[in-house]
């Protein structure tokens, strides 16, 4: 409008003026400077400088003393006090505040002062600290460094630095600081240091603890000793030698209780002491603090007044304490010192007679078994450390006095401890009865002493059978013990941080009856429970087996024992007990302890055959990637699955990634009883077959090595070849409601939402993925995914053809003499025949499409919409559950569909025919056909096939244009073999006779003039128009042999009949043909 300006322009103009006035300033600002430069300064100016005028003092307090003159003056940290050196050798504490002197020391003439702030450390940062003031002082005439503490505080240290030394302290933090930056700095950069003569800079360091109070001073000075027992213990260490003159020295200056206490514990926690050394140690501990207790008792007698002389002196509650320990102590070291010399005792090896223990013909059979397994879980002691003092002692706790008292021990300390106290009774043939007096003040419960033998007996690799008496006698005599203890009615407590509830618990009673202890009623007894609980926990089968038979042996003696004290119920006691009488011989009396010993060894056998197993190599080259099978105890077995056994074995063939037909045909010459040479490879497979019958089925093992397989897999999806491994098992097995319930668990837990990424991934990008989407979406890269459906369509037939096999499932049985109650969970072959039948066209609708797919990814397809060749209903059924039954429609009623779909099929054959070899590995001179038939060149046109009668579309147009892409390609014998299975071959070979002409077109046209003449004569002119009509140049193979032509036609003639005219052109082109061979 007119009369306004543009805003473009006002926004230029202010921008102008700004920059003409900044111009101008920068201008006059420079020749102001420059007209400056050229007048001289005169040198009054120069040196002229601001000085800041004087703040005058005042004095608020002082002292009267003529004589008297200040040399120095140093301020505490918090300024609140003074220290003041003068003339007359004192130093003086000065009270800032009040002005007087709060403290003054003489004979310091020249003194150096200086403050020390000590902050107490504390393990919270929001926690208030405490802080102390010490003074220092130093003497230079006599060459004495001492701290004070400030105010009323005593002397807290002292050292002769040497003369000429200077004590300096700043008084100042760092120089140059603000009042915001002075905060910020924690500390003085130095609060005080001596500087020596030949230029050394010592630092001074105070602990906190020295300024509290006297009797905490005591502990400071017992801290200090403390440093040098610990100096002189890890130079002991060093040497290997342990002297207790040398370690009693600074022992002996300590003033307090708790340091003597503290300083044994230390001494006693070094592996290299001796009993010796320790009770050495410990008498003169005893003598001192008697000592030092009887002085203050005196002393505080005598300021009362009193006359202590008859009658005992009274002991405070940390020396009566700390003599209490001594005791224990003492005692412990003496029974240390007992086993020690126990065990250098040396034994004669004698022959041990073990019919007692068991019957002769169990000897051989069981005691040579072998039972080299490697256990998951060893204890190793060494010569010096299994008898070592310190690891004796610290499974003690002798804080409570004269009660000694176990700790609470792991598995592995309790194998060190049964091996301390019963090691000398097993290999050194020590009495128990002596074990037991010595052990008699420690008040062990029969339950926890048998609980340390067995650690130790378990913890032993290769245990003798020299052992087995000695151990039956020990565990019998405990086992008396706990039967006079139940009887008594003293309850007997498990734990071994409790007290016992009556001593001399292993005493024997001569009045107590045994036979009333020993039941043969159909119940357990908890003492053998509890023994046979410890040892179905162990992997060491021979230290089980030696205690199952040394429990065995007592049991048949304790009932033997009965049934001769109770004659007139012997009958009734045999037909209970199972027992027979023959003649003079008296059979075993069995009860049910006998009967449950005897199951254990069973049970032992038949774990330590499975151990064998997963132990064992078939494949000694394999490069498994799982880990190495772990040991199994019979407590593994009784308490897991029901299909553990199975589950473990499947496991075994993973590990020795063993093929499904070598298991396939040892289990077929297992059942017919044949020897093979697979019997010596596989031996303890048998074994164990035979050991688990029910469990080890071989439909069993096949379905659990599948599942095991396909896990495996699972967790590395590259490794298809585990994939593979999966499906060899799957197809063994025979029974159809159990493949079925594996193939739709594999489907549900592994395959489906990978299945379900895929095609979904497919269908977007409309081709093959790329490696990246692939990777992102399925986890596997291109080629890889392309293998897997491959697989994956292996196993839809497998799944077809076992939901046609479907039958009434398995009834499940249980090993007889496995049967337990504490087993949890079903097993897998449960678990697979739950399941309901599925729905078959909706498993062959999945089928179709995951061929589909793997068509695609397998010759790398272009611009394919999967989804287009299924109507709706079709594509919402996908990936529902294949036990459901959606609506899936009519196949074959869209026309329009079944033209995509054989459109997509055409384009199948195609790329299949292109992926053929070169076709002179292909037919030879021999006319023999050399091709892979597991190729995708001769595997795909059968599942197109497949997939055609599955969308009712006619085949004999697919096959027919199967056959014209390989006489197009040059596979003429290839060709033929596909004529036999068209219904109506006339259009197969009309067709054929079509390509036969072309190609002898194209040999018209490039043949040269003589040689065009010549065929041209020989032929009629019919054959030559329909000739030149044929010529399109649509083969693809134009260099084909004469020879293979003429062949091609002689099959044209022979199996052309329909059509008179066709017929009549291949004779004169078959006639045409042999003329040029």
């Known amino acids: 409008m007119d009369g306004e300006s543009y805003e473009l322009l006002n926004n230029v103009t202010e921008v102008a003026t700004k920059l003409l006035s900044v111009g101008a300033k920068k201008l006059m600002s420079w020749g102001a400077s420059y007209f400056r430069k050229s007048e001289p300064q005169s040198e009054a100016e120069k040196t002229q400088s601001k000085i800041t005028p004087a703040t005058p003092s005042f004095r608020r307090h002082g002292i009267f003393d003529e004589r008297r003159f200040g040399q120095s003056i140093s301020i505490s940290p918090s300024g609140t006090d003074a220290a003041v050196t003068d003339s007359l050798g004192r130093v003086l504490l000065v009270d800032t505040r009040k002005g007087i002197i709060r403290r003054m020391w003489k004979g310091y003439r020249q003194a150096q002062v200086g403050w020390m702030m000590v902050k107490e450390r504390s393990s919270s940062r929001q926690q208030f600290r405490r802080h102390a003031f010490f003074l220092v002082i130093y003497a230079p005439k006599r060459g004495l460094l001492e701290i004070w503490l400030a105010a009323n505080g005593p002397r807290v240290g002292a050292f002769n630095v040497g003369k000429g030394c200077r004590l300096i302290y700043p008084g100042c933090s760092m120089l140059g600081l603000n009042s915001s930056s002075y905060k910020l700095v924690k500390g003085k950069l130095f609060q005080c240091f001596l500087l020596k003569p030949d230029g050394e800079l010592l630092d001074i360091n105070i602990p906190f603890h020295l300024a509290l109070s006297d009797a905490n001073s005591k502990r400071a000075h017992d801290q200090q000793l403390m440093v040098l027992l610990k100096s002189a213990l890890r130079a002991e260490d060093d040497n290997t030698q342990l002297s207790a003159t040398d370690i009693w020295e600074p022992i002996s200056k300590m003033k307090l209780t708790l340091s003597h206490r503290n300083a044994l514990s230390k001494i006693l926690s070094l592996k290299q002491i001796t009993s010796d050394v320790a009770l050495t140690i410990i008498q003169n501990i005893v003598k001192l603090v008697k000592t030092t207790n009887q002085k203050k008792a005196l002393a505080a007698a005598a300021s009362k007044g009193a006359d202590d002389g008859d009658g005992d002196l009274p002991i405070d509650v940390e020396c009566r304490m700390l003599l209490e320990l001594c005791d224990s102590l003492k005692l412990l070291i003496e029974m240390h010192t007992t086993l020690r010399q126990w065990c250098q005792v040396e034994s004669d090896t004698k022959v041990v007679d073990l019919s007692s223990l068991l019957p002769v013909d169990e000897v051989s059979s069981l005691l040579q078994t072998d039972f080299s397994v490697k256990s998951s879980r060893k204890v190793g002691f060494s010569a010096d450390s299994q008898l070592n003092l310190c690891n004796f002692l610290v499974m003690f706790d002798t804080e409570h006095g004269h009660k000694i008292k176990l700790r609470l021990l792991n598995a592995d300390e309790m194998a060190v401890l049964g091996q301390i106290l019963f090691e000398p009774c097993l290999k050194y043939e020590i009495e128990f009865e002596k074990l037991r007096e010595l052990v008699e003040s420690l008040q062990l419960q029969p339950r926890y002493m048998l609980d340390l033998i067995l650690r130790y007996y378990f913890s032993l690799q290769n245990p003798s059978t020299s052992y087995l008496p000695v151990l039956e006698s020990i565990i019998y005599s405990l086992y008396t013990a706990h039967q006079e203890m139940e009887a008594s009615g003293a309850p007997e407590e498990v734990s071994s941080t409790q007290e016992p509830a009556t001593p001399d618990l292993l005493t024997p009673n001569p009045d107590f009856d045994h036979s009333s202890a020993f039941m043969t009623q159909s119940h357990e007894v908890s003492w053998w429970t509890h023994i046979r609980d410890q040892c179905e926990s162990v992997t060491c089968f021979k230290s089980y087996l030696h205690i199952a038979l040394v429990c065995r042996s007592i049991c048949i003696k304790e009932t033997n024992n009965l049934t001769n004290e109770f004659p007139d119920s012997s009958d009734d006691n045999k037909k209970e007990a199972g027992t027979c009488e023959s003649g003079d011989e008296l059979w075993e009396h069995l009860s049910v302890e006998v009967i449950l010993w005897n199951l254990s060894i069973k049970h032992l056998e038949d774990v330590s055959k499975l151990n064998k197993l997963l132990k064992h190599k078939v494949n000694i080259n394999c490069n498994s990637k799982s880990k190495e099978l772990p040991n199994v105890t019979v407590k593994d077995i009784k308490t897991g699955n029901k299909g553990l056994v199975g589950e473990l074995v499947g496991r075994w063939c993973l590990s020795n990634q063993l093929p499904a037909a070598d298991l396939l045909k040892y289990d077929t010459d297992l059942d017919n009883n044949s020897d093979t040479a697979e019997k010596d490879v596989m031996g ?35 490794s298809i070849y585990l994939l593979k491994f999966a499906l060899d098992y799957l197809a063994c097995i025979a029974n159809g409601c159990l493949r079925h319930g594996i193939c739709l668990m594999i489907w549900n837990t592994y395959l ?22 692939c990777v992102k979406e399925v986890g596997m890269d291109t080629a890889t995914t392309a293998e897997f459906m491959t697989v994956v369509c292996d196993y839809m037939e497998i799944f077809l053809q076992a939901n046609c096999d479907f039958s009434e499932p398995l009834i499940y049985k249980e090993e007889p003499r496995w049967a337990s109650e504490d087993t949890t969970g079903h097993s897998l072959v449960q678990m697979a025949c739950q ?61 329009l569909m079944s033209v995509h779909r054989t459109e997509f099929l055409c384009r199948i054959l195609l790329n299949s025919v292109e992926r053929l070899p070169d076709r002179a590995t292909v037919q030879t001179a021999s006319r023999q056909i050399r091709v892979d038939p597991t190729s995708d060149a001769m595997r795909w046109p059968e599942i197109v096939m497949k997939l055609a009668e599955s969308f009712l579309l006619d085949t004999d147009h697919l096959r027919k244009h199967h056959v014209s892409l390989l006489v197009s390609h040059g ?61 399109t140049g649509g083969i693809a193979a134009r260099d084909v042999p004469m020879t293979d032509t003429n062949s091609l036609l002689l099959h044209i003639v022979q199996g052309l009949h329909s059509t008179p005219k066709e017929l009549r052109f291949a004779q004169e082109l078959y006639s045409l043909t042999a003329d040029r061979c």
Request: proline share 4%.
């Open 684 to 718: 303890p497979y048998g074994e164990l077959r035979k050991a688990f019958p029910i469990s080890l089925t071989p439909d069993t093992v096949y379905a659990n090595a599948s599942w095991e397989f396909v896990s495996h897999w699972n967790k590395d999806t590259s």
């Open 835 to 895: 399941w309901k039948e599925t729905n078959y066209r909706l498993l062959k609708h999945h089928s179709n499409l995951l061929s589909l797919v793997t068509a695609i990814l397998t010759f790398n397809m272009k611009s394919v919409k999967i989804m287009t060749l299924f109507d709706h209903n079709g594509q919402a059924a996908f990936f529902q559950q294949l036990t459901s039954h959606p609506y899936m429609g009519i196949e074959g009623k869209d026309d």
């Open 971 to 1031: 596979y003429d014998l290839l060709a033929l073999e596909v004529v036999p299975f068209m219904k109506n071959s006339q259009l197969a070979y009309v067709s054929m006779l079509e390509l036969c002409a072309q190609r002898f077109s194209h040999f018209m046209l490039e043949s040269n003039q003589e040689t065009l003449t010549e065929i041209t004569s020989a032929a009629s002119p019919a054959l030559i128009n329909w000739l030149n009509e044929r010529y």
């Open 752 to 773: 489906l939402k990978k299945v379900s990424a895929l095609v979904s991934l497919v269908e977007k990008v409309g081709k093959t993925p790329k490696d990246r989407l």
